[in-house]
């Protein structure tokens, strides 16, 4: 019973671009909006690394353009939610819509995406939708630790291992619930408050130099 429309796909590699959105409606009162994460496009790992240095990018402003714009035709409650990137872009829409639309927001999915820079997370948009967004995170969470440190996650068990836990089909679901564990590994944990005090420390030049120039050397070998 559940009607599936408004998908919507666009990748311009002009604008470094890779948008997907689907909305599914439950009823007349109650929508969810999925943003889909990274593809295996290079376009898509060169936005996911964006997402470290610039605020915000273009993939942002079209998560949130669509968002509005399907709120505004539809009333109800929504949900808003994604995997990987597109548990950033769920945020970042639920954020910057406005305070009339935002209110109609019952809960916000961060499915193993990455967080946002500590100035982001202490502004007050970011306040306005806080105690609504729930973040999943697998027991080897890599993604989902980046720029992480509010330390407001859940975390399941995968049937995986390390960075493959990352796909969601892995992770262990009984009795209609997901399995889960007290915390990702400590190692795991260790190594991410390195890499995310690493990447805070530098200044957006330092780490928009360092990104251009490994793109450039993918780029170079024409790998898709």
Known sequence: ???ISRYEECADENSSTAF??????FSDKLYYL???????????????????YDFPIAVQ????????????????????GGHSKGGNLAIYASMYCEDSVRKRIQWIYNMDGPGFHPEI?????YGKIADRIRKIIPHSSLIGMLLENTRAYEVVES????MLQHNPFTWLIKEGKF???EDIYKSRKAAMEIVNRWIISLTEEEIGIFVEELFAVLEASEME
Request: hydrophobic fraction near 40%; charged fraction near 30%.
């Open 1 to 3: 019973d559940v009607v």
């Open 20 to 25: 997907s959105a689907t909305a599914f409606k």
């Open 34 to 52: 999925a943003y889909r994460g990274t593809d295996d496009k290079l376009l898509s790992f060169y936005e996911d690394a964006e997402l470290a």
């Open 61 to 80: 402003i079209a998560a949130l353009e669509y968002t509005k714009e399907l709120m505004k035709k539809n009333k109800g409650k929504y949900v808003l």
């Open 121 to 125: 997370q202490s502004s007050s948009d």
């Open 159 to 162: 049937s995986s291992f390390g």
């Open 179 to 181: 399995v889960t564990v």
